[in-house]
């Protein structure tokens, strides 16, 4: 198998084994993603989205290039306590994983966020053990992001960076220090809610991605529209749930209109997208509440 050729000789074939398991579930949580169709704005199996730059292939074949980081990632958790050196190790990591989703890519950014979010998760997981429920796994990320890489300043070049300062927002690391709070406050427990009330998996996935669009303070969004970009998807976004989700005649109506207005904005959600993979992982790899909890 692909995975058995990327794990670290000298670790124990125990930790071996869960590392490349988790690693694989954050690769399939990207290609879940990218695969979701329709998608307001972004790259699914319908086209390219707002990104000239990105098609499915790319952004497939950029979530296989990361499995080999993210077991470094799971590996590097393991029995680790969050603090500056798990931070500095991810980070260092997470350089490596860019450089290869570079060349997967030829050279067009499709997951820098999501490596970000989900060598955190990675860690965070790893670092917690099977038995850590999703909020646990976020808290532990936000205690490893709260910590700077020693190890390289911050870009103050990066789109995000710049949509910041711009518009006073917090980012992928303010996401991150504050526990991904849109992932667990709002992705994941649709995700699972939908799933639980027996909706087709596409549907609960897009739900997800729309919960999250409806709050998250989306980086990429501001980047290519500004203000209004945000705020039409946001609208857009609660517009399609309200009338019932992408499940419903109403709802996928909506969501299809909302995709040609950020289509004509030239506008993507992609700091959603990123998170929604994260969902997908912490949705894998942490115990489901009792449905019942979510009604």
Known sequence: MQAARCFDVDAHPS???????LADRAVQALRDEALLSPKPALVDARGSGAH???????????????????????????GASPDGALRTRLA???RVAEQRMLLATQGSNAHRGAIWALGLLLGARASRGAEADAQEVCETAARIAAHDDAAQAPSPSSHGARAMRRFGVGGARGQACAGFPQVLGAGLPTLRRRLAAGARVEHARLDALLAIMAELDDTCLLH?????ALLAARRGAARVLALGGAGS?????????????????????GGSADLLAACLFLHA????????NHA
């Open 15 to 21: 930790a071996r084994s869960q590392a490349c398991w």
């Open 52 to 78: 000239a730059d990105l098609d499915l292939p790319r952004m497939l074949r950029s979530a296989g290039s990361l499995r080999r980081p993210f077991v470094d990632m799971a590996l590097a958790g393991l």
């Open 92 to 94: 260092a990591i997470g």
């Open 249 to 269: 005649a109403a709802g996928h109506a909506e969501l299809l209109m909302l995709d040609a207005e950020l289509l004509a904005r030239k506008a993507s959600p």
């Open 224 to 228: 290519r529209g500004g203000e209004a």
């Open 285 to 292: 790899v942490t115990p489901s509440p009792n449905p019942s």
